[in-house]
């Protein structure tokens, strides 16, 4: 008798997808500038900051500004109030529903971050152990297994894992094209519906990063009525992941779900959207903290939220997590500079990445958010398929020594697009990864379709 029951066999966990497979590689040898000079540079990891080795100041982008932070406030991690130990209550069980201090400042957390312009009820609040696990108790809460959620291409790579493998949806992609810079169209969100039902699929919802991950730009607001739209015609729910929301470091603005519908509030009235329009946040890339797993989704629709809460008990986030956030985001001055500084960084090191592509002959897709940009290495394809695509990626991988996640692990339907992160290492070390381009570009043998290395 086999060990593993059918799901535990199941391989659309994407675990083989060159995404993970990369990160593999960077493990077993991974980039030091002192130990390991010739190691692989990890740049295919969305995080805005990195620990260091060599525990050089140097190697975080914000995290910085948290320590400080910690430092000239050392109750709050002790866990101490007024000086007094609160250790005992925290570590006794609490409700699963999360602190209510603690909700309370994240709703106020997300407003700011959405200038103001809209506001969140505390109470329609759901928290979980990260996005993956807010994105997954949607899924159950809105699809039944082989029914599917419409996502547009280029997605995250990890939504093969995160909405399909456990919950048993399909993901019916709605393909983008480069030639208007991937926006999301009418046509082709009626393409990707129709060849559902032709496959007898039922559609339940789309899903939408906003900012985008890997593409790093902010949905229109011609996009989002056009998606709000859509929603409505065809009856399904729109999930909206917005946890780039807070790395939008130049115009266009970020105009979040609930804002957009807000806005046509007395037109919208009586379709039931804004109780079928749901949102997914996490303090994972706005804050810098990944390991402290703190998501949330957010829904005006009462039964999805008593449901998902039920669901979250299989995911809390502990008491002790919840209190010292609770503290960080209390301090509305220090939050508020926190994002406003992180900003200005992240687009200092967006800057030096595109340029220095730029001077290498490789250019980025045009982007205002996010942690990486989308580079365009179409014209070093020996031919134009994803083999060569993959050629070009393990060419990058293993003698360049750069992991970057190519474009066919993020869905996208034209070969030669890689997502390269920026903000997880040093300025040091992001500036060697460009000479190491730059290196690479002199050293290939171009042909009229592109380059043999």
Known sequence: MGSLDTKGRCDSHG??????????EYERNPYHPSLNPS????????????????LSKNLQLSFDLLEKWLANNPDACAFRR??????????LFQDY????????????????????KVSFDPNKIVLTAGATSANEILVFCIADPGEALLVPTPYYPGYDRDLKWRTGIEIVP????????????????????????????????????NPSNPLGTTLSAEELNHLINFAVSKNIHIISDEIYSGSVFQSPSFISITEAIECRKKELDGTGIA??????????KDLGLPGFRIGLLYSADEKIVEAATKMSSFGLISSQTQYLLTN?????????????????????????????LEKAGILCLSSNAGLFCWVDMRHHLIEDTYEAEEVLWKELLYKVGLNVSPGSSCHCNEPGWFRVCFANMSENTLKLSIQRIEAFVKSAVFTPRGVIV
Not at 82 to 91: D, P, T, V
Not at 275 to 284: C, G, R
């Open 174 to 209: 709605i393909q983008c094209s480069s030639s208007n810079n991937f926006s999301i169209t009418n046509s082709a969100m009626e393409e990707a519906y129709q060849l559902a039902q032709k496959s007898h699929v039922k559609v339940k919802g789309v899903l939408i990063t």
């Open 15 to 24: 675990q083989d997808s060159s995404y993970f497979l990369g990160w593999e």
């Open 39 to 54: 190691g692989i540079i990890q740049m295919g990891l969305a995080e805005n900051q990195r620990v260091s080795l060599t």
């Open 328 to 356: 960080i985001l209390s301090d509305k001055k220090f939050a508020r500079y926190f994002i406003r500084e992180n900003k200005r960084r992240i687009q200092m090191r967006r800057k030096i990445l595109a340029t220095g």
């Open 82 to 91: 007024n000086g007094k130990s609160i250790f005992r209550e925290l570590a």
């Open 275 to 284: 109780k079928s329009a749901h949102i997914v946040y996490s303090l994972s």
């Open 97 to 116: 529903r999360g602190l209510p201090a603690f909700k309370k400042v994240l709703a106020k957390f997300m407003e700011d971050i959405r200038g103001n």
